[in-house]
């Protein structure tokens, strides 16, 4: 019979949600669309400084990608290191991986400082090579990130791996000690409590259907309409992330909203889960293509992957759970038997460049394309877009970067040639 869709962490959170906020003000000092990790972020950061800050979201407080992830909060960046210095240069790129570094710090001081119940552990990450030439370049890849970065990333031999994890089917791997993992959705629900205690009106059920620019005398606000009414704002956060919609089209035209799939067995037993995952580390295999999982904190194996292209949708959530246990089966044969209790999915925001972006679009601060490292980064980002907001000095060196546009077919809202780009990174899977 096929499993409905559900989503594991969701069915883990036991504090009770943050209150919607009443009536809409007339004016507020800022308005936030979106309630996930960046807008949250960005609240709580300017509730605290004394700034008037209301955060609308469509749905319900965390319900876009920050309740469905991984919960894998990673050091680096997509792309591979020598890509980005070609791309950006040394120095930009050194400030590029420290933010990475910093972005896990920040999300570990917030859950310590908030009291957030969400299992964080400075676990690490693995890195597991599909292929002999995913390995062979991992030594390389780990000393120029030792010369540049100063940062340590330790490479695990085959012969080494058990030690790692319970599967025979990798070439060897590489691990940093400096990622974590967490609960999201138990994360996103604390960061909204918080954001809330610290004085930010958040309004669920509330979505932004147009926003338009208003200048008075040589004095500019936005006039954000939402579908409870309409209120004036001084300045405007958009942290809508992958499901970014047409009321924003400007920064709609550069987000390409992907589809990703998390499947969760039952309980196993607590033996048997240590020899699936010995370090319990948040785990990755080198493809384009990839699987992620990692090991619930009641021992459940969580496997994840792009079974699907597209956003998610009843027939995405069904087609991947079969998918993905066929993945998850293929690295470790022993959970064959295993009984799949949870499938759900969510949409990553990628951009063309698979680079994250801040800044300012149409006169509105927005920080946008955190793809798979949206855990630290998102929250990291909004806290740095509250602060410019507040008058912090700018650092952050994503911001001014070239950002260009999606190409048309693979635009949110508009994503018809997906399945091109998914054919695309199949091929690369297979050559490279
Ligand atoms: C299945 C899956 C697995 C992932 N795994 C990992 C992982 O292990 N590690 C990692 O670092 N990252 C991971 N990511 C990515 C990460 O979850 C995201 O990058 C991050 O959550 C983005 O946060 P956000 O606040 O920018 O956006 P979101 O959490 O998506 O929040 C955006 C919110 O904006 C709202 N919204 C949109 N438009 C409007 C509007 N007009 N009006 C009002 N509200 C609006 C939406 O309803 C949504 O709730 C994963 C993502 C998915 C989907």
Redesign the pocket.
């Known amino acids: 019979m096929p499993i409905r869709e559900k989503n594991y962490w969701l069915e883990t959170v036991t504090t009770p949600p943050a209150q919607s906020a009443r009536d809409l003000p007339d004016t507020i000092d800022v308005a936030v ?8 972020s960005a609240a709580r950061i300017l509730a605290k400084r004394g700034v008037n800050v209301a955060v ?4 319900t ?14 050091t680096g960046m997509k792309l591979p290191v020598p890509a980005l210095i070609k791309r950006y240069g040394r120095e930009t790129v050194r400030k590029m991986y420290a933010a990475s570094l910093e972005s896990i710090d920040c999300v570990e001081q917030i859950v310590r400082e908030e009291n957030i119940d969400c299992s964080f552990s400075r676990c690490g990450h693995l890195e597991v090579a599909c292929k002999q030439a995913h390995f062979d370049a991992y030594e390389e890849s780990s000393a120029l990130v030792k010369r540049e970065f100063n940062h340590e990333l330790r490479i695990i031999l085959k012969s080494e791996l058990r030690g790692e994890i319970g599967s025979d089917i990798y070439y060897g791997g590489m691990v940093d000690e400096t990622s974590a993992g967490l609960n ?1 959705a138990r994360y ?1 629900a604390g960061l909204a409590l918080a954001a809330q205690r610290a004085g930010a009106c958040l309004y669920d059920h ?4 147009s926003i338009a620019l208003e200048k008075n005398n040589g004095a500019r606000k936005f006039r954000v309409q ?1 579908s409870k009414g309409a209120i004036t704002a001084r300045e405007l956060i958009l ?7 047409q ?2 089209p400007a920064l709609q035209k550069k987000i390409i909203p992907i ?4 499947i969760a067995t039952e309980v196993l037993p607590a033996e048997f889960a240590r020899e699936l995952s010995p370090r319990n580390r ?1 785990i990755y295999d080198s493809k384009h293509f990839l699987y ?1 999982y990692r090991l619930t904190s009641d021992n459940r194996m969580l496997f ?1 992957g792009r079974a699907a292209f597209f956003p998610e949708t009843e027939n995405t959530v069904r087609q991947s759970a079969e998918i993905l246990r066929r993945g998850m089966i293929s690295v470790y044969p022993q959970l064959r038997d295993s009984k799949i209790e949870f499938v ?6 990628f951009t063309l460049d698979v680079m994250p972006h801040a800044g300012k679009i149409d006169g509105m601060y927005f ?2 394309g ?9 929250t990291w980002f ?1 806290a740095k877009l509250a602060g410019l907001i507040c008058g912090d000095a700018n650092d952050i060196p994503f911001d001014g970067i070239k950002f260009p546009a999606a190409p048309l077919g693979l635009r949110s809202g508009n994503t018809w040639a997906l399945p091109l780009a998914s054919a695309w990174y199949r091929i690369l899977d297979f050559f490279t």
């Open positions: 669309v979106g309630a996930g990790y960046c807008g949250l609308f979201e469509a749905e407080f965390g319900w876009g990608a920050s309740s469905r992830n991984g919960g894998m909060a990673l999201p996103v509330t979505r932004v259907t939402t942290a809508s992330g992958a499901y970014t919609t009321a924003t589809g990703s799939y998390i948040m992620y994840g759900w999915g969510g949409t990553l925001d920080a946008a955190f793809a798979g490292h949206g855990v630290a980064a998102a909004g």
